[in-house]
């Protein structure tokens, strides 16, 4: 089973570009995250879903949207990207309904915005 | 505010054991997640505690105690593949996950 994919790999972006990142993931669950893993800091929750049709800010939402149009997709859209969001993007999902709701990570987007 | 100290970086030896402490303050507790980190790699999950006490998977165990909101893994018989970053991260009261800078464990021969 592939669990969760996002593309594309790593990008580099120039300043004031959008940029959409995509996340896939087939195990149905019902939740999904965007997070970004700068150096020296935790995971930041950029958005959040807890089912289709819903979306929510994290910590970081700032410069960034998402959608969430079916339960299998989950896109991260930076509208005009500036040098502060270099980052390593993670998407995760988790069954919410399940007992741990334990997160799933994606193997990341490298961005690079000059 | 909410916060999750962990020791920045650690090194052990092959073979040997290791403890990574996590200190949190959050607004509410509702389970505490480990998960490892290979770098350049995305982070994978190891444990799950919610009541106080041990739970043993393995060479990795996790610990929890709720009163002293304190948790630790415990990696026995090390191996070189165990060198990697250890995420320790909250959920809190809204069920939002909140996350530690993470340990990086260096693993010498």
């Known amino acids: 089973t592939a669990g969760i994919t996002q593309a594309p790999t790593s990008q580099i972006l120039a300043a004031g570009r959008s940029m959409t990142l995509r996340c896939t993931q087939d195990?149905?669950?019902?939740?999904m995250y965007w997070y970004r893993q700068d150096l020296g800091l935790g995971l930041r929750l950029i958005h959040y879903?807890?089912?289709?049709?819903?979306?929510g800010k994290g910590e970081v939402p700032d410069g960034y949207s998402v959608s969430r149009a079916n339960t299998d997709d989950f896109p991260l859209t930076l509208a005009s990207a500036v040098p502060s969001q270099t980052s390593v993007y993670f998407c995760?999902?988790?069954?919410?309904?399940?007992?741990?709701?334990?997160?799933?990570f994606g193997p990341g987007t490298r961005l690079t915005v000059l | 505010g909410q916060n999750i100290d962990q020791p920045t970086e650690m090194t052990a030896t092959e073979g040997a054991i290791v403890q990574i402490n996590c200190t949190y303050q959050?607004?509410?507790?509702?389970?505490l997640f480990w998960y490892q980190q290979h770098a350049g790699e995305a982070p994978t999950f190891l444990s799950y505690?919610?009541l106080d006490g041990l739970e043993e998977k393995g060479r990795f165990s996790s610990f929890l105690s709720r009163s002293k909101g304190y948790s630790y893994l415990l990696l026995k018989e090390l191996q070189m593949k165990d060198s990697a970053s250890y995420l320790c991260?909250?959920?809190?009261?809204?069920?939002?996950?909140?996350w530690g800078a993470g340990t990086k464990l260096i693993i010498k021969p």
């Open positions: 995760a999902s988790s069954d919410s309904s399940g007992e741990t709701d334990t997160q799933y």
């Open positions: 195990m149905r669950h019902n939740a």
């Open positions: 879903s807890n089912t289709a049709g819903t979306t």
């Open positions: 959050t607004s509410g507790f509702n389970g």
């Open positions: 505690n919610v």
């Open positions: 991260a909250v959920t809190d009261s809204n069920y939002q996950l909140i």
